[in-house]
């Protein structure tokens, strides 16, 4: 990790949003451009982390509240399931600038973001975390922390909440 403080925040309009570059153009213009109007519409909320400088964005995600049928699923999962939709948060994006990219930080804001929701199902039902990988790299990343991937949609993968219920994040 970075030889500085982890501090992770909602995006405020004080953060360096034009600088960010994370090397892929659709993250880097969606914190640029788009962010700060779905936490204003409340269809995302955006986290970032914060760099060495003051209100440098070393990188940020996003999270959404979602469902999904049960019939995506496994089928050894979905026999345990509501037959309704299922309660799920969304990781709809998560990139790190490239200066900080290999540091670790992908993994402190992915640990981040699980225990935000994590205490949102405290209130609200929470089943599963979902995220849609972007490419091979991102599965790769997310299978590694066990995401699984929908049967109907190798992109798209899931954590069932219950997996962190019982460890101390």
Do not use: W
């Amino acid at each position: 990790m970075a030889d500085f403080p982890l501090v992770v925040e909602p995006l405020g309009p004080g953060h360096d949003r034009a600088s960010f570059n994370c090397g892929e153009p659709s993250l880097d213009a969606y914190i640029r451009r788009q962010a700060s109007q779905d936490v204003r519409r409340r269809v995302a909320q955006t986290f970032v982390a914060l760099g060495e400088e003051p209100q440098e964005i070393a990188g940020y995600y996003t999270l959404s509240a979602a469902s999904f049928e049960k019939e995506g699923m496994p089928p050894e999962m979905a026999k345990r399931l509501p037959h309704y939709p299922v309660p799920a948060a969304v990781l709809g994006r998560l990139a790190i600038a490239q200066q900080y990219q290999g540091s670790g930080l992908g993994e402190a804001l992915l640990i981040d973001a699980i225990k935000r929701v994590l205490h949102a199902s405290g209130t609200i039902g929470v089943y599963a975390i979902i995220v849609d990988a972007l490419n091979d790299s991102a599965c790769s990343f997310y299978k590694r922390y066990g995401f699984q991937a929908f049967p109907s949609n190798p992109d798209r993968l899931f954590l069932p909440l219950q997996t962190f219920v019982n460890l101390d994040l």
